[in-house]
């Protein structure tokens, strides 16, 4: 069994920055690509970011290239999404993920959520 647990989100203006954790706890969570998604009200759930234990080289979706910088912390199992330049259009859920199918920009290849936490960005 593989929890996650998000938090850091916040409100936020334009322009700024926040960085959102996800606990990881598992027997097995070492073996698991994760991954960042968001969803906005009305909007389906969408790829963000994703990463994965071993140091592969991380990839994100190119609304928020250049923007977000996904790592992870391996001693302590938590997975970060570094945010800057936030923009309005970034307002959503964002969840953490843990799926085997590494970089995969599809959620439903994802076996594990966490419950979300709300990042709102105003104008």
């Known amino acids: 069994q593989v929890q996650l647990v998000e938090s850091g989100g916040a409100l936020v203006q334009a322009g700024g920055s926040l960085r959102l954790s996800c606990a990881a706890s598992g027997r097995t969570i070492s073996t698991y690509a994760m991954g960042w998604f968001r969803q906005a009200p009305g909007r389906e759930r969408e790829f963000v970011a994703a990463f994965m234990w071993s140091g592969a080289i991380p990839y994100y979706a190119d609304s928020v290239k250049g923007r977000f910088t996904i790592s992870g912390d391996n001693a302590k199992k938590t997975v970060f999404l570094q945010m800057n330049s936030l923009k309005p259009e970034d307002t959503a859920v964002y969840y953490c993920?843990?799926?085997?199918?590494?970089?995969?920009?599809?959620?439903?290849?994802?076996?594990?959520w966490g419950q979300g936490t709300q990042v709102t960005v105003s104008s």
């Open positions: 993920a843990a799926g085997t199918v590494w970089g995969s920009r599809d959620s439903g290849r994802y076996s594990y």
